[in-house]
């Protein structure tokens, strides 16, 4: 109706409780705007319930103290995340201006992420697109899942090389939907290995025992992001950067390759 006052309470900003910790950083660039780290496995992203401190984000408050504050005061610099055991190429925003360039591209899926995923099996077809809709499972709510009524999402792969019992894919996510590739790779049939969450533990028959101790020997999730690709935020200049496989990971195909097999594959291809 025009001449009433309303008084308004908000509470005073929360002040962070992060502590800069002098934790390992894998620096792979850095300049004035933006920090591109190789995160190993076994790290959290940002502290949560379970990981009040020794995060990548302890790191990165003792290696840079200036950070963008855009994600929140829990998680300084954060664009994107990658999943505790998957190691690999993230980029740190260190300004407010490089976070909404960065966050911009992400959202309009011009950034380009190329992952390696060593899964169970050998897919039917030598590549393809996995488009199946992602949402929270119904009754197991740590978990994700393949579910009508979920987010779009997008997954693109190609069969690198093969051992028959396992394969190693390139996987390239279109979009960027939580445990995404994760759970398109499980609903494929062919789950990461060492992936507890989503079926990724299997035996096998005692006929291949060198396999089956090699194997056996990865305590890891055989999920890792080789590569990430955007356009720097103040430059524009399109920028590539690459993260070599973590030793146990390595050691592992080092294995299988010795054992045999791992030929390039046929180019076969489907969508799913």
């Not at 995923?117 to 119904?138: F, K, M, N, Q, Y």
Request: net charge positive; proline share 8%.
């Amino acid at each position: 109706q025009g001449g009433e006052r309303v008084a308004i309470d908000l509470p005073a900003p929360r002040p962070s409780s992060l502590i800069p910790e002098d934790l390992p950083l894998a620096v792979l660039y850095e300049d004035a705007d933006i920090l591109v780290v190789d995160k190993p496995a076994g790290l959290s992203v940002h502290p949560g319930a379970g990981a009040p401190s020794g995060t990548l984000v302890n790191a990165l408050l003792h290696h840079c103290r200036d950070l963008s504050g855009i994600g929140g005061v829990e998680r300084p610099g954060i664009v994107h995340r990658l999943d505790k055991e998957t190691s690999g190429v993230l980029v740190v925003a260190k300004n407010d201006q490089a976070h909404r360039s960065l966050a911009s591209q992400f959202k309009a899926r011009t950034v380009a992420k190329t992952y390696e995923a060593l899964v169970w099996g050998r897919p039917r077809c030598d590549s393809g697109v996995i488009e199946a809709a992602i949402g929270r499972h119904p009754s197991a709510r740590v978990r994700m899942a393949v579910r009508p009524g979920g987010r779009a999402a997008r997954t693109a792969y190609r069969v690198m090389s093969s051992w028959g019992v396992v394969s190693m894919l390139e996987v390239r996510p279109e979009t960027g939907r939580t445990h995404q590739i994760r759970v398109h790779l499980s609903h494929l049939g062919h789950a990461i290995v060492g992936d507890r969450l989503y079926g990724g533990r299997r035996g096998l028959p005692s006929t291949l025992p060198a396999l089956q101790e090699a194997l056996a020997a990865f305590n890891g999730l055989g999920l890792h992001a080789r590569r990430l690709a955007f356009a720097h935020p103040r430059s524009g200049e399109w920028r590539e950067f690459g993260a070599p496989r973590p030793p146990e990971l390595q050691r592992l195909v080092l294995r299988l390759e010795a054992l045999g097999g791992g030929a390039p594959p046929s180019a076969r291809a489907r969508t799913s």
